[in-house]
């Protein structure tokens, strides 16, 4: 028998410690003495544990027999290649925008192209994702518009036929958008708010701040247009999910907007809700000055929770991608599930068309050609060494996280960075994932004592 290689300890108070097992998703409180007593185990194989004890351990996986964690693994790599994939058909109809944000991930991409999507297009768009959800499945299938910027004077027609196709499919449709066209396009949201999942609309703080942050191409703020665009899907009854891309330059200002919302009396209203989502450059080459590592950054959003309880009801961390998961579990007190990838783009459930014709594993490889899984444009075509590339990466597969105690909390770090930045999607960039989940169980440390002396 051994102490398992995929267990976490974190000190809570002087006498106990949370113990977690990433593998069985086990989360238990014990002693400091018991601790001690674990890492002797570990480290010389001699458990100088009561008989009581050691049983309830083997019990919650935390002593196991080698074979029977391999076992354990495999069975779970079996059911993740298994599982249906609930697939996102992330549909951009341009890359084209009319904004400048001085952080966006996608500056390079040709902002003032001319690749349009037409409605000729949708045919194309639509005849790939019917092959495709007959090839994996449609359980849970939708459609997520994006860009560029997806709501431009010139992209009408294509979105007014894309719901329409949408609706013949019952697909639902999420938006992302900078909402600056609303204008053009809110009459076909409301005739369609019933397939209408939500718009995404991005406010990052008060006027002074986003204005410095999302501008028009003359450098004009677009504070007030955003705010008109939240008011007028909300006074329609359409979701809206606000988000806040929180950096160094605007993370102390987030109270400030949670205190106009209030004003605006966004915050209490159904259809509201508002995630803070860190900025992130997973290129590591643009220099954007204001970039935080996740775990610092959650450090600077969890003490603004502890000072603004408001707060913490207000703005949801699930874009955070390795505290969303966590969080989520201590939320329900539930067992933790394995994370074996960091995000849809390594299980193959976000397949984004773009207008050069090309379909992309991940929105940030939009636009180069290289890094394309496929073709819809005349037909489709999946590209299978491409395919198999993004589809088989999870943290059962990557050397580096087979050793790692946190990697089924990790998923692996992002792919796309792995290929930028190594030049191989299977070595992982790793994303300091441990230091932001023992930050947040720092924020949670008395709730967690009070279920330890409970």
């Given amino acids: 028998m051994n102490l398992s290689k995929r267990i976490l300890f974190h000190e809570i108070s002087d006498d106990s410690v949370l113990m977690i097992n990433a593998l069985t998703g086990a989360m238990d409180i014990v002693t400091t003495d018991l601790?001690?007593?674990?890492?002797?185990?570990?480290?010389?194989g001699q458990p100088h544990i009561d008989e009581v004890t050691l049983e309830r351990l083997e019990r919650r996986g935390y002593i196991v027999k080698a074979d029977a964690e391999k076992e354990l693994l495999r069975q779970i790599t079996g059911a993740f290649e298994k599982a249906t994939k609930r697939l996102s058909f992330v549909v951009c109809p341009t890359y084209a925008c009319n904004l400048r944000c001085t952080y966006c991930f996608e500056g390079n991409l040709p902002r003032e192209s001319h690749a349009y999507m037409g409605e000729r297009d949708v045919d194309y768009v639509f005849t790939a994702i019917d092959k495709l959800m007959q090839t994996y499945g449609d359980r849970n299938a939708s459609i997520e518009l994006f860009g560029g910027e997806p709501l431009l004077p010139r992209t009408k027609g294509f979105v007014s036929k894309l719901f329409k196709e949408a609706r013949h499919r019952s697909l639902q449709v999420g938006v992302v958008t900078n909402s600056t066209h609303l204008d053009h396009f809110i009459d076909e949201l409301n005739a369609n708010k019933d397939i209408l999942r939500s718009v995404q609309i991005t406010l990052d703080g008060p006027k002074d701040i986003h204005d410095q942050r999302r501008k028009?191409?003359?450098?004009?703020?677009?504070?007030?247009?955003?705010?008109?665009?939240?008011?007028?899907?909300?006074?329609?009854?359409?979701?809206?999910?606000?988000?806040?891309?929180?950096?160094?330059?605007?993370?102390?200002?987030?109270?400030?907007?949670?205190?106009?919302?209030?004003?605006?009396?966004?915050?209490?209203?159904?259809y509201f809700s508002c995630n803070l989502s860190p900025v992130q450059d997973h290129s590591l080459k643009k220099n954007y000055p204001y970039i935080l590592s996740e775990d610092k950054l959650v450090g600077k959003v969890l003490g603004m929770f502890k000072d603004n309880p408001h707060a913490k009801n207000t703005f949801s961390l699930n874009m955070f991608r390795n505290l969303g998961h966590i969080m989520s579990v201590l939320k329900r007190n539930t067992s933790i599930q394995p994370l074996l990838y960091y995000c849809e783009a390594n299980n193959l459930e976000n397949l984004v068309f773009g207008p050069d014709g090309y379909i992309y594993a991940c929105t940030e490889c939009m636009g180069s050609k290289e890094?394309?899984?496929?073709?819809?444009?005349?037909?489709?075509?999946?590209?299978?060494?491409?395919?198999?590339?993004?589809?088989?990466?999870?943290?059962?597969?990557?050397?580096?996280?087979?050793?790692?105690?946190?990697?089924?909390?990790?998923?692996?770090?992002?792919?796309?960075?792995?290929?930028?930045?190594?030049?191989?999607?299977?070595?992982?960039?790793?994303?300091?994932?441990?230091e932001t989940i023992f930050a947040y169980l720092d924020y949670v440390r008395d709730e967690l004592a009070d279920m330890a002396s409970a």
């Avoid at 009854?237 to 205190?259: E, F, Y």
């Fill in 371 to 434: 890094l394309a899984i496929g073709e819809f444009k005349p037909a489709l075509k999946l590209y299978d060494e491409a395919v198999k590339m993004w589809d088989g990466r999870n943290v059962l597969a990557l050397d580096e996280c087979k050793k790692c105690d946190i990697a089924l909390l990790c998923g692996g770090g992002c792919a796309y960075s792995a290929l930028v930045v190594n030049g191989d999607i299977n070595k992982p960039v790793c994303n300091r994932a441990r």
């Fill in 216 to 270: 028009f191409a003359d450098d004009r703020g677009t504070f007030d247009e955003v705010c008109s665009s939240i008011s007028a899907l909300l006074d329609l009854g359409i979701k809206v999910g606000v988000r806040a891309n929180i950096d160094l330059q605007n993370i102390d200002s987030m109270p400030d907007l949670l205190d106009f919302m209030v004003k605006r009396d966004w915050v209490n209203n159904p």
């Fill in 35 to 44: 601790y001690h007593a674990l890492l002797d185990y570990r480290s010389l």
